[in-house]
Each structure stands twice: as structure tokens, then as C-alpha cells.
């Protein structure tokens, strides 16, 4: 089913101000985006800098305090002998108010603060079970020395943070994953260097606290770290199992990002992360700090609210605005269909009504302009119609013929009408008149059947041609075809008509010059050449009812005419008498 311009119109404008709405919904989504994202990005810039700088101050910290809690002479001897039991009670004993400290800021009820130690040459020094001498307790069990976690383990995860033997001793510090009943535990280790009076290094101490995030946690905000595959929450939890989109995001990144969400127990994340520099003896560890989206979300959701209501509004608006404009713009569309229609048909009178001065009108103005082009050249061409024949008049109303003239190979006939002023001797002129009328209607109805064209009148005579001023698949043999058929139309309205007309006819082909000649102010396309004055003389030659062709309308159509019957006429210009032949019918 065939659309109206009126519905096209006003679905065309519909869809307009629904897609400018949309558009304009979508600039506001992503500018608001946009600008969640920078104030985020800016916001992670700030804390993952404040959580670097106290982790650089803290290891300082605890650095200096270990190295002036560990010059006492008594726990240097205990170090050199290695009384394992009293170098351990007197490092409790040194680093209490120091461990008390670490404890109130970073202790948890699952594990608590504790040291190890490792010789300058790699050798893990491993807490007695029970102390000697005067030491009646169990030295793992002191504070500082109590760690929850087998002693197989920390040794195995300790003992690759020593400094080698070919190293300058420094403070360090890193992230380790430990674990308690197949639990993992996220823990962070300090590396601090400890040197006897004389400056010599006497090995690592290593301060292992449970990790926590550092700082005061905003609103909305989750931090999370990523060692080895586990994932852990702000307060050391691993969340592996509860965050694994989060897992998948920070191992596929690497780097900092601003554009990948996650949801985590029902709220959607921003998710910013960023791999820590750490010294290369501790697993690879990446930071990440989650932002909430939900007030984006929110406030998107109210945005799309609003531009909902506008649409609908939009909508309907539109749909009345584009009714009332389509109904203007159909109207004046519909009048030129119709008129169109009219012009199709022939009806060049046809008409539009400009009821405005716009491009509507303005394109108004320009049909009437062209129907009245087209009436006054259907009447030029019914006028040349008259005057020359009707395809000679269509190509000469194309411009599709040469008016300097052009040498062709075509057929040429002359027909006229035998004893024509004995029969017309005393006639009433107007008689006359319709008798021709009458004859040469029958004989140019004859002549366009077979393809021919009519080139003129004179008196009684009908000159025909045949391949111009388009050429045919058999122009020949269509001139001799009619020749005959115009013989037998003559003899068939003879039988009712008095006097009787008896015609007879030449026909000749050859080369010769077709195009339009005259005057400067009047010009009739016709043909010109000896052939031309071949046919003219050949239908002289003609008896009444007779038919004479030249020789090459002979060989062409294959006419079986004897040579004997070849006979020649003079002509001036013909250097020989050109032979001519009577076709008979058998």
C-alpha cells in the first residue's frame, strides 16, 4: 500500500524532534558522565597519593624506631650468641611501647602485629617454643612474637625478603598473602635493615601487621588490593568469591581506569586501579579504589524522567505542528499530481492554482510555465504535422536532423494519378479538392504501414521515401510492398467510386543528400540526387496501374523479372541510359 506525502511528511517531522530529543538526552548522559568520571579520577588521584605518602612516612617511622630500639648491648650479645629465647624476650621487651602502638593503629582480632628476624647471611631465626635460662615462658607466645600463622609458613614467605649479600641494605616494604585454615590473609610486610655500634649489618627485621586501608573510607567508596589472584576488601577480607567481576577487571588492567564498571552486591563501581611499586622480592600487588555510581545513576535517572515528559510533550506537539504543516505543503503537492496527471494524458490546458509566493508557489509558477511550453509545442508539432510528414516532424522537434544535410542510401517512390486532368475537366472545384483529399489520405495511410514517409504533394503526385530520416532492417523491399499494396487500396475503391483513378508508380534506389533546404525563413526536408530524378521519370514511365523499379530494387527484393523485359530510359546527367524494369503481377 502506496504512503501519502502527508503521512511521510509528518512521520519525517515526528522523527525529527524525537532524534534531537534522544541526542540531546545522550550529550547531557555523557557530559555528566564525563564529568563523574574526571571529579572520581581526580578524587583517586588524591587518596592512592595519600595512602602512598603515609605508607613511605610509616615505613620510615617504624624503620627509625627499630633501629634505636635495637642498639641495646644486651640484645646485640643475645643476637651474636644466638640466644634465640633472650634475643627474642628482649626484642618484646625493647619494641612493646612500639608494638603497642602498631597494635592500636593496624591490629585486628585475627592476627597481631609481630617480628621476625634473618641473619645478614639469609638464615631465618626462628622464636623458641620455651626460653632457657631465665627465661621461663614461651617466647612465641610474647607480644610482638605471637603470630597466628605457622611458623613453616612465615619462614617460607619471609625468607625471600632478605637483602642479599651483595646489597646495600635499605628499608622496604610490600604486600604478603598468608593463610589461616586455607583462608587467605592480606598482610604487610616492613623490611628494616638493623646495624651494630660500628655500622656493620646484622640482618633484616621484618614487622608483619594485618592490612588495612589507610585514611578515613568516604561514602560510597570500597578499596580493595589484588595479590596473587585474591582479592581483599578495605579491611583485609579477601572477596574473591563475592567480587569476581572485580577480580577479572583489575587482572586484565594493569594500569589506571576510569571507564570499567563493576557491581558489587548490588551497586554498581567506578573502577580506578593502579599497579604499586614494589621492591621486586614481594608478589605483585595492584591498588584499586571503587567509587559508587548510584547518585550518576540517580541523577540520570531523573534526567531521563524529565526528557521522557518532553518527549511525550515532543511528541504530541510535533504530531499537531506537523499535521497543520504537512496538511499546507500536501495540499499545494496535491494539485500539481493532479495536474501532472492531466499533462500525462495529453491535457496540456492543465493548470495549477499559486496560492503563495514560497518555493511551493515558486515551483507552482514553474509548471504552469512548462504546460504552457508543452501546449504551444504540441501545437507546433500538430502545425508541422500538417506540413510534413509526422516522423520527420518528431525528429525535427527532437533536433535530431541535419539542416545542412546529410548523403544517405535510400528508396525513393513517386506516385501519381494517370489522365488526372482529362478525369477533373469540368469538375466542380471543391469536388476535385475531396477526391484528392480522399485518394491521398488512403495513400499516405499506406506509405506510414510500411514504414515510409511522405515528403510531399504536388498536384496529383505523392513523393515517398523509404530509410529516411531513419533508416530500416528493409527499406527496399517495404517500398515495393507498398507500391503494390497503394495498387491494390486504388483498384479496391474504384469499385465504388466514378470516375475511376488509375495510378502508376516508379520506384528507385541509391545514394543522394537528405536534409532541410530553402529559404532562410522556410525550409522542407526532402532528398535530392540522380536517383531522386530516376524515380520521378521511372513513375512517368509508368503505364496506369503499373509498377517500374530501377535495377538495384531489382537485385534487392529479388524480383524474378526476366531481362528481357529490362529496358532503358535517357536521362540528362546519366552518361548511359539506366535500365529499368515493370513489375507484372503473375
Known amino acids: 500500500m502506496a504512503v501519502s506525502f502527508k503521512v511521510k511528511l509528518m512521520?519525517?517531522?515526528?522523527?525529527?524532534?524525537?532524534?534531537?530529543?534522544?541526542?540531546?538526552?545522550?550529550?547531557?548522559?555523557?557530559?555528566?558522565?564525563?564529568?563523574f568520571e574526571a571529579t572520581l579520577r581526580n578524587q583517586y588521584a588524591q587518596q592512592f597519593q595519600l595512602s602512598e605518602e603515609r605508607d613511605a612516612e610509616r615505613l620510615a617511622a617504624y624503620s627509625s624506631e627499630i633501629i634505636n630500639n635495637t642498639s641495646n648491648p644486651r640484645l646485640l650479645a643475645a643476637l651474636f650468641e644466638e640466644d634465640l629465647s633472650r634475643f627474642y624476650y628482649d626484642l618484646s621487651q625493647e619494641l612493646e611501647p612500639f608494638q603497642r602502638g602498631v597494635e592500636d593503629?593496624?591490629?585486628?582480632?585475627?592476627?597481631?602485629?609481630?617480628?621476625?628476624?634473618?641473619?645478614?647471611?639469609?638464615?631465618?631465626?626462628?622464636?623458641?617454643?620455651?626460653?632457657?635460662?631465665?627465661?621461663?615462658?614461651?617466647?612465641?607466645?610474647?607480644?610482638?612474637?605471637?603470630?597466628?600463622?605457622?611458623e613453616d609458613q612465615l619462614e617460607s614467605l619471609l625468607s625471600g625478603l632478605r637483602?642479599?649479600?651483595?646489597?646495600?641494605?635499605?628499608?622496604?616494604?610490600?604486600?604478603?598473602?598468608?593463610?589461616?585454615?586455607?583462608?587467605?590473609?592480606?598482610?604487610?610486610?616492613?623490611?628494616?635493615?638493623?646495624?651494630?655500634?660500628?655500622?656493620?649489618?646484622?640482618?633484616?627485621?621484618?614487622?608483619?601487621?594485618?592490612?588495612?586501608?589507610?585514611?578515613?573510607?568516604?561514602?560510597?567508596?570500597?578499596?580493595?588490593?589484588?595479590?596473587?589472584?585474591?582479592?581483599?576488601?578495605g579491611d583485609g577480607r579477601v572477596r574473591s568469591q563475592e567480587w569476581p567481576m572485580l577480580g577479572e577487571t583489575l587482572a586484565a588492567s594493569g594500569r589506571k581506569e576510569g571507564n570499567q564498571r563493576v557491581r558489587i552486591e548490588g551497586s554498581s563501581y567506578l573502577v580506578f586501579s593502579e599497579m604499586l611499586d614494589t621492591d621486586p622480592r614481594f608478589p605483585v600487588a595492584e591498588r584499586a579504589i571503587l567509587f559508587s555510581t548510584d547518585e550518576q545513576e540517580r541523577l540520570l535517572s531523573g534526567i531521563r524522567n524529565i526528557f521522557l515528559l518532553f518527549a511525550l510533550a515532543g511528541f504530541l506537539v510535533s504530531l499537531l505542528l506537523s499535521h497543520v504543516l504537512a496538511g499546507g505543503l500536501h495540499a499545494p503537492v496535491l494539485r500539481l499530481r493532479e495536474a501532472a496527471h492531466r499533462i500525462g494524458k495529453g491535457d496540456y490546458s492543465a493548470r495549477v492554482e499559486v496560492r503563495s509566493r514560497d518555493e511551493l508557489g515558486q515551483l507552482g509558477d514553474a509548471f504552469n510555465s512548462m504546460a504552457e511550453g508543452?501546449?504551444?509545442?504540441?501545437?507546433?508539432?500538430?502545425?508541422?504535422?500538417?506540413?510534413?510528414?509526422?516522423?520527420?516532424?518528431?525528429?525535427?522537434?527532437?533536433?535530431?536532423?541535419?539542416?545542412?544535410?546529410?548523403?544517405?542510401?535510400?528508396?525513393?517512390?513517386?506516385?501519381?494519378?494517370?489522365?488526372?486532368?482529362?478525369?477533373?475537366?469540368?469538375?466542380?472545384?471543391?469536388?476535385?479538392?475531396?477526391?484528392?483529399?480522399?485518394?491521398?489520405?488512403?495513400?499516405?495511410?499506406?506509405?506510414?504501414?510500411?514504414?515510409?514517409?511522405?515528403?510531399?504533394?504536388?498536384?496529383?503526385?505523392?513523393?515517398?521515401?523509404?530509410?529516411?530520416?531513419?533508416?530500416?532492417?528493409?527499406?527496399?523491399?517495404?517500398?515495393?510492398?507498398?507500391?503494390?499494396?497503394?495498387?491494390?487500396?486504388?483498384?479496391?475503391?474504384?469499385?465504388?467510386?466514378?470516375?475511376?483513378?488509375?495510378?502508376g508508380i516508379g520506384i528507385a534506389h541509391g545514394e543522394m543528400v537528405a536534409g532541410c533546404m530553402g529559404s532562410?525563413?522556410?525550409?522542407?526536408?526532402?532528398?535530392?540526387?540522380?536517383?531522386?530524378?530516376?524515380?520521378?521519370?521511372?513513375?512517368?514511365?509508368?503505364?496506369?496501374?503499373?509498377?517500374?523499379?530501377?535495377?538495384?530494387?531489382?537485385?534487392?527484393?529479388?524480383?524474378?523479372?526476366?531481362?528481357?523485359?529490362?529496358?532503358?530510359?535517357?536521362?540528362?546527367?546519366?552518361?548511359?541510359a539506366p535500365p529499368f524494369y515493370i513489375v507484372r503481377d503473375k
Open 105 to 150: 593503629r593496624h591490629a585486628t582480632s585475627r592476627a597481631w602485629p609481630f617480628f621476625r628476624f634473618i641473619r645478614e647471611d639469609g638464615r631465618y631465626l626462628r622464636p623458641p617454643k620455651f626460653g632457657t635460662g631465665n627465661v621461663q615462658e614461651a617466647t612465641n607466645a610474647l607480644p610482638g612474637v605471637l603470630s597466628p600463622f605457622p
Open 163 to 233: 637483602t642479599a649479600a651483595d646489597e646495600m641494605p635499605s628499608a622496604r616494604s610490600g604486600y604478603l598473602v598468608a593463610k589461616i585454615k586455607e583462608e587467605p590473609i592480606l598482610l604487610k610486610a616492613f623490611v628494616c635493615p638493623v646495624d651494630d655500634a660500628f655500622g656493620m649489618f646484622l640482618g633484616d627485621l621484618i614487622l608483619v601487621i594485618p592490612w588495612q586501608a589507610a585514611g578515613v573510607r568516604e561514602k560510597g567508596t570500597l578499596d580493595a588490593v589484588a595479590v596473587k589472584g585474591e582479592v581483599f576488601d
Open 520 to 576: 532562410e525563413d522556410r525550409l522542407n526536408y526532402t532528398v535530392l540526387g540522380d536517383r531522386v530524378n530516376l524515380a520521378s521519370r521511372l513513375c512517368s514511365q509508368a503505364k496506369p496501374m503499373e509498377i517500374v523499379v530501377d535495377e538495384p530494387v531489382r537485385n534487392a527484393t529479388g524480383l524474378d523479372l526476366p531481362d528481357s523485359e529490362r529496358q532503358t530510359i535517357a536521362l540528362k546527367g546519366f552518361e548511359t
Open 11 to 35: 512521520v519525517a517531522m515526528v522523527l525529527a524532534v524525537m532524534v534531537v530529543l534522544l541526542a540531546s538526552f545522550e550529550l547531557i548522559r555523557i557530559r555528566v558522565a564525563d564529568y
Open 374 to 503: 508543452l501546449e504551444l509545442k504540441e501545437r507546433y508539432k500538430a502545425v508541422l504535422s500538417k506540413v510534413a510528414d509526422r516522423k520527420v516532424a518528431d525528429r525535427l522537434m527532437q533536433g535530431q536532423i541535419n539542416l545542412g544535410g546529410e548523403t544517405v542510401h535510400a528508396t525513393v517512390m513517386f506516385c501519381d494519378i494517370r489522365g488526372f486532368t482529362r478525369m477533373t475537366e469540368g469538375m466542380d472545384p471543391h469536388e476535385v479538392i475531396a477526391i484528392m483529399n480522399t485518394h491521398m489520405t488512403a495513400m499516405t495511410e499506406i506509405v506510414h504501414a510500411h514504414g515510409g514517409v511522405v515528403d510531399k504533394f504536388v498536384g496529383d503526385e505523392i513523393m515517398a521515401l523509404f530509410g529516411v530520416p531513419v533508416p530500416g532492417d528493409d527499406d527496399i523491399g517495404q517500398a515495393l510492398r507498398c507500391a503494390k499494396a497503394m495498387v491494390a487500396r486504388c483498384q479496391e475503391m474504384n469499385a465504388s467510386r466514378e470516375p475511376p483513378i488509375e495510378i
